[in-house]
């Protein structure tokens, strides 16, 4: 099992930075993928970022690509999720979730576990 809390979500203006946390417990980070999903109100999930088990490779959603950075310090059992130049179309509820043995999958359902998520709201 693995418990997965996210924190760092906040209320900003457009062009604004927010760095997002996601720790982990329950188990090591370690062969874990983690990835950082969004759903706005009246919209399906969506990805957004993720990272691999060393944190070496990261991967993106084409709308936030150049903007958000995933990482993750393992010793730490942390990954982070770094958002700079925020829009307004970037508010949404922002959940980590992992998958275990596994990294850089894009689909919801390859996920097996999900955080509670923390709420970004980017105002004009």
């Known amino acids: 099992q693995v418990q997965l809390v996210e924190s760092g979500g906040g209320l900003v203006q457009a062009g604004d930075s927010l760095r997002l946390s996601c720790a982990a417990s329950?188990?090591?980070?370690?062969?874990?993928?983690v990835g950082w999903f969004r759903q706005a109100p009246g919209k399906e999930r969506e990805f957004v970022a993720g990272?691999?088990?060393?944190?070496?490779?990261?991967y993106y959603a084409d709308s936030v690509k150049g903007r958000f950075t995933a990482s993750r310090d393992n010793a730490k059992n942390t990954v982070y999720l770094q958002m700079n130049s925020l829009k307004p179309e970037d508010t949404a509820v922002y959940l980590c979730?992992?998958?275990?043995?596994?990294?850089?999958?894009?689909?919801?359902?390859?996920?097996?576990?999900w955080g509670q998520g923390t709420q970004v709201t980017v105002s004009s």
């Open positions: 979730a992992a998958q275990v043995e596994k990294w850089g999958s894009r689909l919801l359902s390859e996920y097996q576990y």
């Open positions: 329950g188990r090591t980070l370690s062969r874990i993928g």
């Open positions: 990272v691999s088990w060393s944190g070496a490779s990261s």
